[in-house]
């Protein structure tokens, strides 16, 4: 079941995400930073455990980013991120957004929902708000990926 977070969740959030930033997949979060950004987040439940996380968040009037998608390895390939994307594709166009971006390691899974790998320079709101503070900054691997909504 997806649905979304509440305060409730950003302990279990932190947790899933935090496993992915020790690896170096994803970039990690304060639990102050979930918190601050929970109305963002979506979770898929399964017996009463979050098993995967995504967050939505607008970066203007017609762009929004999906951010800290993360399945546990466990529940990985049942379709599980697929559902999170999807349910940020329909809030994006319920908030009337006609751009939703992501910077991913993993392209091929995005490009499968119909996203378009594209140019960094395609949302300068991302690169100067928040990726200019990243430590990753000037050796980022992460790809841009697109999908323009109707």
Not at 31 to 51: A, H, P, T
Request: glycine share 6%; aromatic share 12%; charged share 25%.
């Amino acid at each position: 079941m997806i649905r979304r977070a509440t305060v409730k969740d950003a302990q279990d959030i932190f947790i899933i995400l935090q496993q992915y930033a020790i690896k170096g997949i994803l970039l990690p979060r304060s639990l102050n930073s979930i918190y601050e950004n929970i109305r963002d987040f979506f979770v898929y439940e399964q017996n009463g455990k979050i098993v995967g996380i995504g967050s939505l968040h607008v970066f203007w009037e017609d762009l929004a980013e999906i951010k800290s998608l993360a399945v546990l390895e466990e529940y990985q390939h049942h379709g599980i991120g697929k559902k999170i994307v999807e349910e940020c594709i329909k809030d994006a166009k319920a908030l009337g957004i006609k751009r939703v971006f992501a910077l991913t390691y993993v392209p091929e899974f995005f490009q499968k929902l119909g996203f378009k790998i594209v140019d960094k320079s395609e949302f300068p709101q991302k690169v100067w708000t928040e990726c200019i503070h990243c430590v990753k900054f000037n050796e980022c691997k992460e790809v841009p990926v697109l999908l323009e909504l109707q």
